[in-house]
């Protein structure tokens, strides 16, 4: 088995996409409107081969809790190869001023970068 994709829903769509198409590399598809849910959009961003995201809105969205201690999944981590990898894209993250905490090894051995995305959800970046 295999994660198919994962949906994320957004108070700002375009934005959300510009993020995962400049950041990541990701490709878009033309955006869907339903046409039963009223307001509902969406696009699908590939990036490389293998992650498939789905970036919904629609109106009435509230925004999710700062401190992110809620129920729920809690973040997104995106292996980018090496150690170099992870360096060169916390880099960029701190000149956007994305970048939540620098590039180092965790408890559990991951060398990682974790990066937030416009709307505050976090995106662990690993080698």
Not at 45 to 64: C, N, R, Y
Not at 82 to 108: C, F, Y
Request: aromatic fraction near 10%.
């Amino acid at each position: 088995m295999k994660i198919a994709h994962m949906a994320l829903w957004t108070q700002d769509l375009e934005r959300q996409a510009h993020f995962w198409v400049t950041f990541f590399g990701g490709e878009i598809n033309e955006k869907y409107r339903s046409k039963t849910n009223p307001g509902f959009e969406s696009y699908f961003v590939k990036i490389g081969e293998d992650i498939a995201i789905e970036l919904m809105t629609k109106p009435g969205l509230t925004q999710h809790a700062p401190d992110n201690n809620t129920s729920g999944w809690v973040h997104l981590a995106i292996s980018v190869g090496g150690s170099e990898n992870v360096d060169a894209m916390a880099m960029r993250a701190k000149e956007q001023g994305i970048l939540v905490s620098d590039p180092r090894t965790t408890g559990d051995g991951y060398y990682e970068a974790v990066i937030q995305d416009p709307d505050g959800n976090l995106i662990e970046i690993v080698a």
